[in-house]
């Protein structure tokens, strides 16, 4: 009894196919380098006040309506041989404490901002030379296969 019943079963579910439309959907990926200048860095709202940081912006016209909504952009950290994904939390060695720094990015149309705040919203004199890479994903025209 039980054998008939999957059986049927499994012959309802043949029979019952749905109907859909089949996408090839390719993307491109565009990788980019930038230095991040020590001297560079701007800083936003009031040293030891929340919301203080400082930051760095790249313009990316490749950066399109199209990467906002459909595609990817990614932002690495170049740090020797290894490429530390972003956002990212590093302890920082200040004299006696040791403080958190967050880095992270944030993307708009046409621009990336690289962005690191402190835990205890203020600045810290250890910024370096850094160099990020920048990874847009840009969707293709999907097309249809079937």
């Known amino acids: ?13 043949f029979f019952c196919g749905c109907s859909y439309d089949k996408y090839e959907i390719g993307s491109d990926l565009q990788v980019y380098y930038e230095d991040a200048p020590a001297n560079k860095w701007l800083s936003s709202g009031r040293e030891g006040e929340p919301g203080y940081y400082v930051y760095q912006q790249f313009r990316f016209p490749e950066i399109t309506s199209s990467v ?4 990817a952009v990614m932002v ?4 020797g041989s290894i490429d530390v994904p972003l956002p990212n939390v590093f302890p920082v060695e200040d004299g006696r404490t040791i403080v958190t720094e967050n880095m992270r990015f944030e993307v708009e149309k046409g621009l990336v901002t690289i962005v690191l705040e402190w835990n205890d919203f203020n600045f810290h004199d250890n910024l370096e030379n850094y160099k990020f890479k920048i990874c847009i994903l840009t969707p293709s025209v999907k097309k249809q296969v079937f």
Not at 2 to 13: M, T
Not at 68 to 71: A, C, F, H, R, S
Request: negative net charge; charged residues 25%.
């Open 1 to 13: 009894m039980k054998k008939n019943v999957l059986a049927l079963l499994v012959v309802a579910l």
């Open 68 to 71: 906002m909504d459909e595609g």
């Open 76 to 79: 690495y950290l170049c740090d």
